[in-house]
Every structure is written in structure tokens, then in C-alpha cells.
């Protein structure tokens, strides 16, 4: 379709950063939900319920915000048009800024539906184009993803911080800053049409631009290996999810003030980033099997002893392992951004967006297994998953090594 937008006055550098900050600001509502949600289960759960009910508020979120990046990337592949950005910001902070003043949870479920559109509208094209408008893709893409996950480790502490002292009730006002930053949108970014969102490591493809083949054309040849990717990036995510959902409420239980337990959740999302922008460099330095091989057996054993200790060393340990086991997400969006070469936005949505759909739905399985057996076994098989993830890592040997300059 073509780009009836005219040029932007920002130059592909200033886009890229401001896209950068969008991300940093949308993820920064993003994860209100995992700050919310013991003060939310009090609300509306009862003692016997409240780890189900936890995993259906992630359930129902994932849904929206990650099954619908698969609509939104197919969309994204058709349709240049900032307003994916525009309406992606906007709906995201709308919907999560309103879910204390959520009368019931019918309401907490549609404000979440809302929240979740939003994350979905935005992720998959502007993941693409972040990677197209950098240099290269890569340090790109981890640039990219590096700022939404500092905004969703140290966001909400700033978005909190007044609901905190004064009460909740405040929360609502915290929407204005997002909704600023969504009527700047269309005066600054302004998509090339001619831009290249081809995948390549380096920033331009190796032989040019291609011609758009059917997605099932291009995806056939590569199944095993996409579905295997998938299955990594879904399985991680039930880990990441569940940590961050039900550590809150675990923290809870040992009687955590919500300033305290709120620092320990950001610290760990501030570790995912750390994660993510150390692969941006380790992606063109190491090969691609070897990284994903220590992102998936070294995080396991630091993130279950962090679960058995206390302190400074629980964490030092939550940290190390979050980043170890973060490490490997940009690896599995570029290998399937060029596994599925000129359908690079779907690519996007399948990696960021269907895999963590499934790891959130699982997580109601996790929260319901919390209310049988208790959240501290729950909590020690959930970091032992990436483990077992592990040996499907042979599947991808003839993959290519995203360390090779000639990709």
C-alpha cells in the first residue's frame, strides 16, 4: 500500500531513538499489572482463589496483547502507517491506568482487553522498523527492545510513586504522559515507504531487496525449525511471566511493602534489559548455538538458588539469572525475521507475540497449581523449565550463525 504520509523533518536516527522512547514509555504501563496485582487480588479474590485468579488476569492480557500481534504484524506487512504506533501508546496507557478504579472483575478483564490491543498494535511494526531504521539490525533490534524493557523495569516505580504515597486512586492520572506522547507520534515518525525491512544481521540484505512471496511459501521450507523457536520463546516465557506475576505475590506473602516489592519486580524486568542489549553485542561475537545452549542451562540453577536464599544474594542471583536467560530473546526474533525473509513484521509478532501468548495462558495452569500446592514449589519448578527447553536446541544446528559476517 502506499505511503501517503509526507517525509518526516526527523532524520532515520532521531526516529529510530524516538521509536525507542515510545517503546520505553508504552512498556512502562505494560507491566502495571504485575505492580497491581496483590492490591488487586485483595480486592476481588479470596484466600483460596487468588493464585487462579492471578493467572487469569496474565491469561486474559496475553491474549490481547500477544495473540493480537499476529493479526497486527499480518496488518503491519500491508499497511505503512505510523498510526499502529499512535493507537498502540494511547490504548495502552488508557486501559492500564484505569484498572484500580475497575468496579469488578469483568471490568479488570475488558480494561486489560483494552491495555492489551494496544501492546499488540504497536510491537510488530514497530520492532521492524526499528531494525530497518538502525544501522544494523541487530544492535538495532536490542536498542529497540532494551528500551522497552528499562521502561517496564523502571517505569511503573515512576507511574507508581504517586499512587504509592497518596493512594491508588491516583493511578488514573498517570495516563497523561502517554497520552502526550501519542499526539507527538504522527509529527514524528513518518515511514518510508521505500525504507528496507528486509532481515539482515548488518542492517541491508545480502542480495538486495527481494520480491514479496506468500507467507507459506517462504515459511514452509523453515517449519521445523520456526516451531522449534517458538516452542523456546513460548516455554521462556511461561518462566519470565510466571516470575514476575507470582514472585510479586509471592513477595506478598513474606510481607513485602508494595515500594519494596515493586523495586525487587523492576529490578528483575532491569536485569531482562540488561539481558537483551549484552545480546545485541554477543549476536555478531558468539556463535548463535552456543548462546542460546548457556541462556538456557546457566539461568535455571542462579534463578532457583535466588528462590532459596535472602538478601543480597537473592538479588544478586535473580539478576545474573535473568539476564543469562534473557540473553537469547533477540536471537530467536532475528533468526525468525530471517527464516521469513519480506514477512519480518509476522516473524515479530509470532516471536514476541504468539510465543509469550502461550506462555502467558499457561500461567493459568501455574496460578491454579499455586492454589494446590503453594507458590514456593510452584516457583521452583517454574525456573527449571528453560532447562528442559534445552535439548530441542539440536533441532536448530543447521541454522544459520548469526556471528558470521557474511549474513
Known amino acids: 500500500m502506499k505511503n ?19 517503546h520505553t514509555v508504552l512498556d512502562s504501563y505494560a507491566t502495571l499489572l504485575s505492580h497491581l496485582q496483590p492490591r488487586l487480588l485483595e480486592k476481588f479474590a479470596t484466600a483460596a482463589t487468588r493464585n487462579s485468579l492471578a493467572g487469569n488476569f ?13 493479526i497486527f504484524g499480518w496488518l503491519s506487512d500491508r499497511v505503512r502507517t505510523v498510526h499502529f504506533v499512535t493507537f498502540g501508546v494511547g490504548l495502552t ?16 478483564y475488558i480494561l486489560l482487553a483494552i491495555g492489551g490491543i494496544g501492546i499488540a498494535a504497536f510491537h510488530p511494526q514497530a520492532t521492524a522498523y526499528a531494525g530497518a531504521l538502525a544501522k544494523g539490525r541487530g544492535i538495532g533490534t536490542s536498542i529497540f ?36 506522547l501519542t499526539l507527538m507520534v504522527p509529527k514524528v515518525l513518518k515511514f518510508d515507504k521505500d525504507l528496507d525491512l528486509t532481515a539482515s544481521t548488518r542492517g541491508t540484505p545480502s542480495d538486495g531487496v527481494r520480491p514479496q512471496e506468500s507467507f507459506w511459501t517462504v515459511a514452509s521450507p523453515r517449519l521445523l525449525p520456526l516451531i522449534v523457536l517458538f516452542i523456546i520463546a513460548a516455554f521462556r516465557t511461561v518462566t519470565l511471566t510466571g516470575l514476575e506475576t507470582f514472585l510479586s505475590v509471592h513477595l506478598d506473602d513474606q510481607n513485602y511493602s508494595d515500594q519494596m516489592r515493586s523495586l525487587v519486580i523492576a529490578l528483575f524486568i532491569f536485569a531482562g534489559s540488561m539481558g537483551i542489549m549484552s545480546s545485541g553485542w554477543l549476536i555478531t561475537r558468539v556463535n548463535t548455538y552456543v548462546l542460546l545452549l548457556v541462556s538456557l542451562l546457566g539461568a535455571p540453577p542462579l534463578l532457583y538458588a535466588s528462590l532459596h536464599t535472602d538478601g543480597l544474594s537473592f538479588l544478586t542471583l535473580l539478576f545474573l539469572g535473568n539476564v543469562i536467560l534473557t540473553s537469547s530473546i533477540t536471537v530467536n526474533i532475528i533468526l525468525a525475521q530471517m527464516m521469513l525473509r519480506g514477512h519480518e ?63
Open 4 to 22: 501517503q504520509q509526507p517525509p518526516s523533518k526527523a532524520s532515520s536516527r532521531e526516529q529510530f531513538y524516538f521509536l525507542t522512547l515510545c
Open 58 to 70: 496474565v491469561s486474559v492480557y496475553s491474549v490481547f496483547s500477544s495473540f493480537g500481534q499476529i
Open 93 to 108: 496507557a488508557i486501559g492500564l491506568s484505569l484498572l484500580w478504579v475497575a468496579p469488578s472483575v469483568l471490568s479488570v
Open 145 to 180: 527492545l532494551t528500551g522497552g524493557n528499562i521502561g517496564r523495569a523502571l517505569g511503573p516505580l515512576v507511574l507508581m510513586y504517586i499512587p504509592y504515597r497518596f493512594g491508588l486512586d491516583y493511578l488514573v492520572w498517570e495516563m497523561i504522559p502517554g497520552l502526550l
Open 345 to 407: 513484521s509476522i516473524a515479530s509478532g509470532f516471536m514476541m507475540g504468539a510465543a509469550w501468548g502461550v506462555g502467558g495462558l499457561l500461567n493459568k495452569f501455574v496460578g491454579d497449581l499455586g492454589d494446590q500446592f503453594g507458590l514456593p514449589i510452584v516457583l521452583d519448578g517454574l525456573v527449571m523449565i528453560p532447562l528442559v527447553m534445552a535439548p530441542l536446541l539440536i533441532l536448530l544446528r543447521d541454522q544459520p550463525d548469526l556471528s558470521k559476517p557474511s549474513l
